[in-house]
């Protein structure tokens, strides 16, 4: 004699499997979630603070990024910018407050760089103007080759190859006006651009 019924049995045991395998596919979802969160909370704990002009700018320069001491003492804050490939040399980055007008030092850093076409750079360069942090952001985007002055504007120029240049003017009222400028080999440059972008875009200043 049966003491029960296999058919209804079978049935009621393929629910609970079901729900069973539906619960636990929820779970991973979560735990998936979870954790794609925990990374992006860790990715932001890991951008280091950069205070400029005695804190009336600050930035958030990523923790990969290697803080160094500058090599002339009109740069306020220097950064060594690591490549993905070992071989490739790292880039520089440099903050520093200047006068001189904005479309001049725009105009100067043209001249810091040669085309293979012979021409003009300011031709093929990038300039965009926005405004972040309630002032105006002059971004600029030039290649080519590149006439270093390592030891600073009165040192021997030394000339790059296939250099890139990334750089943001940043106008204030109450701290005048900021240069930061990331160069180095053209594919440096391109593995740390959004970082750069991301860089310039947490800027604060204080009112």
Do not use: C
């Not at 910018?81 to 071989?87: G, S, T």
């Not at 109450?174 to 240069?179: K, L, M, S």
Request: hydrophobic letters at 40%.
């Amino acid at each position: 004699m049966r003491l029960f019924h296999e058919k209804p049995f079978t049935k009621y045991w393929g629910l609970q499997m079901t729900s069973f395998m539906f619960e636990s596919r929820r779970n991973r979802l979560q735990l998936l979630a979870l954790l794609v969160s925990m990374a992006a909370v860790a990715g932001m704990v890991q951008a280091e603070e950069v205070k400029l002009a005695e804190g009336k700018l600050t930035m958030a320069a990523p923790e990969s990024w290697e803080k160094k001491q500058p090599r002339t003492r009109i740069v306020e804050v220097e950064y060594s910018v690591p490549a993905e490939e070992a071989e490739t040399a790292a880039a520089r980055l440099t903050m520093m407050a200047s006068g001189g007008g904005v479309q001049a030092n725009i105009d100067r850093w043209f001249g810091q760089f040669e085309q293979p076409n012979k021409k003009p750079t300011k031709d093929v360069a990038k300039v965009e103007k926005m405004e972040l942090a309630g002032v105006p952001v002059h971004m600029v985007d030039i290649s080519g080759k590149f006439k270093d002055q390592p030891r600073g504007p009165f040192g021997p120029t030394v000339v790059r190859e296939n250099y890139r240049m990334l750089g943001a003017i940043i106008e204030t009222t109450n701290a005048g006006t900021y240069y930061v400028k990331l160069y180095g080999p053209a594919e440096t440059i391109h593995e740390n651009e959004k970082q750069f972008v991301s860089l310039i875009k947490s800027l604060k200043v204080a009112k």
